[in-house]
T-cell receptor, first 113, second 113 residues
């Protein structure tokens, strides 16, 4: 358990509205990740961060943006939600370069109607 | 492009039996191969991991077998128990700072009592 808290845990939103998911960690891990999980696709990386204000795109980054202003917080924003972004979103963290284990949060269920 | 291919998609095993899940990868630069276990409503949790310098790693009832030449690795669960019923994901990553995990599509395991 890496002390990862995701909020909100469940959200229903309308197409075209902005949505922000928050990930908060208490372990001072340097690396943070946002994944989405969909049936038949496993977990796919959206964006990741390797330090405060240092972020980069993953394999499915279109339609998403992220920000990390503090070590402990990593925000995922859907600028204009679409139905294809209905998914379960997982935040994950890793200690540092020498630590390989990636720890996952409990997930945020997002439904876009 | 699916860099990590996982099979089967689902698996039913009798209590006490052996569960076997297979994964194949394409990128020879991958050097870290973990397996994650996920229960419904929870985030994935690291189960066991291996590096390509060994062919097998065992932790309790869980064993990873690794075949570098074939670019394949598998998870064996000995004496499978109903409590092992979960979704299992294989993953792979290359070394370096960002260590982005690429996941397989998952295997839903049901162990029948």
């Amino acid at each position: 358990d890496a002390g990862i808290t995701q909020s909100p845990r469940h959200k229903v939103t309308e197409t075209g509205t902005p949505v922000t998911l928050r990930c908060h960690q208490t372990e001072n891990h340097r690396y943070m990740y946002w994944y989405r999980q969909d049936p038949g696709h496993g977990l796919r990386l959206i964006h990741y961060s390797y330090g405060v204000k240092d972020t980069d795109k993953g394999e499915v980054s279109d339609g998403y943006s992220v920000s990390r202003s503090k070590t402990e917080d990593f925000l995922l924003t859907l600028e204009s939600a679409t139905s294809s972004q209905t998914s379960v979103y997982f935040c994950a963290t890793r200690t540092g370069i020498t630590g390989n284990t990636i720890y996952f949060g409990e997930g945020s269920w997002l439904t876009v109607v | 492009q699916q860099q990590v291919k996982q099979s089967p998609q689902s698996l039913i095993v009798q209590k006490g039996g052996i569960s076997i899940i297979n994964c194949a990868y394409e990128n020879t630069a991958f050097d870290y191969f973990p397996w994650y276990q996920q229960f419904p409503g929870k985030g994935p949790a690291l189960l066991i991991a291996i590096r390509p310098d060994v062919s097998e790693k065992k932790e309790g009832r869980f064993t990873i077998s690794f075949n570098k030449s074939a670019k394949q690795f598998s998870l064996h669960i000995m004496d499978s128990q109903p409590g092992d019923s979960a979704t299992y994901f294989c993953a792979a990553s290359r070394g370096g700072a960002t260590n982005k995990l690429i996941f397989g599509t998952g295997t839903l395991l049901a162990v029948q009592p």
